[in-house]
Structure formats: structure tokens, C-alpha cells
């Protein structure tokens, strides 16, 4: 799965059609970023990070989808 949220981004979605599964990501201050994981109707928070760059911001996001949805 591929993601390409940027710190100047307050929220974003994706979806992973095979598991039928959201993940989430927001933030208020483009720092410090929640990650959500479930459906539009019933998502739980599963953590959170600072990220400093684009780039580590979405490998973050890649390594809680790894982790929670089960990616290669």
C-alpha cells in the first residue's frame, strides 16, 4: 500500500480494499499524528507519533499499517 500524506495535511485516509479496512491519520499541530484503524462508522486509535518529514511520516503510517492490518 502506498501512502503520500504530508506534514502540512491535517487528516487523510486510506483504504485497503483487499482487508475491507480504514486507516486514518490526523493531526492538529502537524507534529504529533494519530493513527485510527476500523471502518468510517467505528475506528479505534492504535497510537500515536511525531514525525518531522514527509518521509518519515509516511513510513510511520506504513509501519502502524503493517502492524495493524497486516501489509507485507
Sequence with gaps: ???????EDNFASFFDKEKETHIFVESFDNETFEVLI???EDSKSVGSFIASSDE???LKIMEFYNVYIGGA
Design 1 to 7: 500500500m502506498k501512502f503520500d500524506m504530508s506534514l
Design 38 to 40: 476500523g471502518t468510517v
Design 56 to 58: 518519515e511520516l509516511n
